[in-house]
């Protein structure tokens, strides 16, 4: 990177002017435990099912050290640009959008438009898969009481869709602070019924044949541990923390670091206990959403099906606050262009364009869901790519930039040797992304009922 110390006057007066999509959509009236709800949401959603699958490619030990690791160089990550973002505030300077502090410290070429596309990215991939998920834990719970029944996944996923641009009319990031916290409840709730249906699945007479081995050549293991990783990296990471602390009422020093506590009470109790009890049960046949061990498509549920249907119910609410949650960044940069300022909030004027970029959003994200079942490969690379940078790259470049500690201390070189290892991760785990879409690339099929 090439790092603008001089904070250049573009930079500084765009972030200091707020215009319509950052005064509605980021307004600042938060409390801490708020931005908490927000943080478990964005951090503790469904995608953490997928961690039974991400302990099959490492085995139990290196498994357990790598959720470990993650966990704690992200908390580390996410305090150090909370202090970053706190410091920029002393200084005069609010930062509401991850774009802002990034062109602030690194300039436009570097910071500004590289992040704010990497985000709007990282977003849309989002609220994709939350719909695709969504719409797959109906069908789910459809084939549940119509084992034989006509309905495609399509058609639940645009049921999933008409509920969630509906939900999408909240105007702005804070009004999600109740929603939030019924997420929060929901993701414990899911993650309480996987671990036990799991240890139900695993002392069952129907409990299937496992193995704790990693399968494979040398070639195919080195893959399988860099997806492995790719996998926890992504649901360690968060990606719009700026947007978060926006959302605090100033002034915001300690109240982050508050939220994030929260977080990772509720990242620590599910992470932990649904990738041990998932990979307990189910070894390395665990599949890439633990749900669908539970109830194999055309076989017998492996649970009663009151738990698959309440896990299913649970998840599909946990989704929607998921995809409000990262919806909001895309919402802000369109609102910013075609809201006015001078109007209020509620007004016709700003109501009306509102409701019409949310349902088109929507609408898009539902119709590449619906095409792409199989998006959730494609998530795989866009994950690594955005979140590596976002997450686990720029807090401690721009801790170093901004508070620019001894190149004799430990948290100096601590700093830049994780920004080293978790980039090597992270293009590896792209790698890995691309070569399991080519060995998948067979089954794709437009509009599949996967």
């Keep these: 990177y090439k790092l603008c110390t001089c904070k250049d006057s573009w930079v500084a007066s765009n972030v200091d002017g707020l215009n319509a999509g950052a005064k509605f959509v980021l307004e600042s009236k938060g409390n801490w435990w708020h931005a908490g709800y927000h943080l478990s ?25 790598a959720l470990t690791i993650a966990t704690a160089v992200s908390f580390y990550a996410y305090t150090l640009i909370s202090k970053v973002l706190e410091q920029a505030e002393l200084e005069g300077h609010r930062f509401l959008r991850f774009r802002d502090v990034a062109g602030y410290f690194l300039g436009r070429r570097w910071g500004y438009y590289p992040i704010g596309a990497i985000q709007i990215a990282l977003c849309i991939a989002a609220a994709v898969v939350c719909v695709l998920l969504g719409g797959e834990s109906m069908q789910i719970i459809y084939q549940i009481y119509k084992p034989n029944g006509s309905m495609q996944l399509y058609e639940f996923i ?20 109740h929603i939030n916290l019924a997420s929060l409840v929901f993701c414990l709730g899911f993650s309480l019924c996987v671990v036990g249906g799991s240890i139900y699945v695993g002392h069952s007479k129907q409990a299937p044949a496992k193995s704790y081995s990693v399968e494979g050549s040398s070639v195919s293991k080195m893959f399988t541990i860099f997806n492995s990783l790719a996998i926890i990296i992504l649901n360690f990471g968060i990606g719009i923390i700026p947007e978060i602390q926006a959302t605090l009422a100033p002034p915001v020093s300690g109240k982050m670091f508050k939220g994030l506590l929260i977080c990772y009470a509720v990242v620590i109790s599910t992470f932990f206990s649904v990738a041990g009890a998932g990979y307990w049960a189910f070894g390395n046949a665990s599949a890439s959403n633990i749900l669908t061990n539970f109830a194999p498509s055309g076989g017998v549920a492996l649970i009663p099906n009151w738990l698959l249907f309440l896990t299913n119910i649970f998840v599909i609410a946990d989704l929607f606050a998921v995809a409000l949650v990262y919806s909001q960044p895309t919402f802000e940069i369109f609102e910013g262009r075609l809201s006015s300022v001078k109007s209020g909030k509620l007004s016709m004027r700003n109501v009306l364009p509102r409701f019409i970029i949310r349902s088109l959003y929507v609408s898009f994200a539902t119709v590449i869901a619906a095409a792409f079942p199989f998006f959730g490969d494609i998530q795989a690379i866009i994950g690594a790519f955005a979140l590596t940078p976002l997450d686990f790259i720029l807090p401690f470049l721009l801790y170093n930039v901004t508070f620019k500690p001894s190149v004799w201390t430990i948290k100096f070189w601590l700093n830049y040797v994780i920004i080293v ?14 070569r399991q879409i080519v060995l998948d690339v067979s089954s794709y099929k437009l509009f599949a009922n996967v």
């Excluded at 008409?162 to 702005?172: E, G």
């Excluded at 980039?423 to 785990?429: A, K, W």
Aim: charged content about 5%; some cysteine.
């Design 158 to 177: 645009i049921i999933f869709g008409i509920v969630m641009l509906l939900l999408s009319q909240l105007p702005s990031f804070h009004s999600l602070r």
């Design 41 to 65: 949401v964005s951090m503790a959603g469904p995608t953490l099912l997928s961690l039974p699958f991400a302990l099959d490619g490492l085995g139990w030990v290196p498994g357990f050290l």
């Design 421 to 434: 290892v978790f980039t090597i991760v992270g293009l590896m785990g792209c790698v890995s992304a691309v």
